[in-house]
């Protein structure tokens, strides 16, 4: 009886450190940026379906609240993947007596020009982007070892038919991507950025019962324990 008891406790033990182990793993490599990245792809490939057609299409960029810049090149790269003819055009102005602004490199963009017939300019813009944590993963017996982080973003696209101001589609498009992040690992998972680094969720009135409910379980051991010797 005694070594069943033994053994129940140690699987127990041994199942929670591996799952604890693996939620460090995956979290690790993740920071904000990354995950932001991931739902921008997934904001992309909904946005550039709107953009069938045989025209080309010219992207505005860069693309409005985008502050990392994330939508503007998944567009470019679902866009060319679907074999479309993608070109690009800065929304600086240009400065008399100034250079014309700088495109990305490798991509096509000679032979347009502004009032060009053939092709449709894509005006996308982002109008939410966040990161935040909604709740604590707790470990065994006490004490937290994770986080819950939900990153989202919602944006929208117009196809515009730039000689006659026509908009020939519209629309708009959301994405959420969640995981677990480590405790150790929250700072890492900021990257840096201020911009995205979103406060802890606090703690509630359950931690007080944590201390109680592991003095029960011991207890039960103990009791357990000499219950099986007699």
Do not use: C
């Amino acid at each position: 009886m005694k070594r069943r008891a033994a053994t129940a406790v140690f699987a127990v033990a041994a199942l929670a450190a591996l799952l604890g182990s693996a939620g460090r793993a995956d979290a690790m490599f993740r920071t904000h940026a990354m995950m932001l990245d991931s739902v921008a792809t997934i904001v992309a490939g909904d946005l550039a379906r709107e953009a069938a057609g045989d025209r080309p299409v010219v992207l505005l960029v860069p693309v409005q609240g985008d502050s990392l810049g994330l939508l503007g090149q998944r567009l470019l790269e679902r866009l060319r993947a679907d074999g479309r003819d993608v070109r690009i055009r800065a929304r600086a102005l240009v400065t008399p007596g100034m250079p014309p602004p700088t495109l990305p490199p490798g991509l096509p963009h000679e032979g347009w020009q502004a009032g060009d017939p053939r092709v449709t300019e894509l005006n996308a813009r982002v109008d939410g982007v966040g990161v935040a944590y909604v709740r604590r993963i707790r470990s065994f017996p006490f004490g937290v070892k994770g986080y819950e982080r939900v990153v989202m973003m919602r944006a929208s696209a117009t196809l515009v038919d730039p000689e006659t101001g026509q908009v020939l589609r519209a629309r708009s498009a959301s994405g959420t991507v969640t995981d677990i992040v480590a405790k150790r690992d929250v700072a890492y998972a900021a990257g840096g950025s201020r911009a995205f680094d979103p406060p802890l969720p606090r703690g509630s009135g359950l931690k007080i019962l944590e201390p109680l409910i592991v003095i029960g379980v011991v207890a039960g051991l103990v009791v357990l324990f000499y219950s099986n010797r007699n």
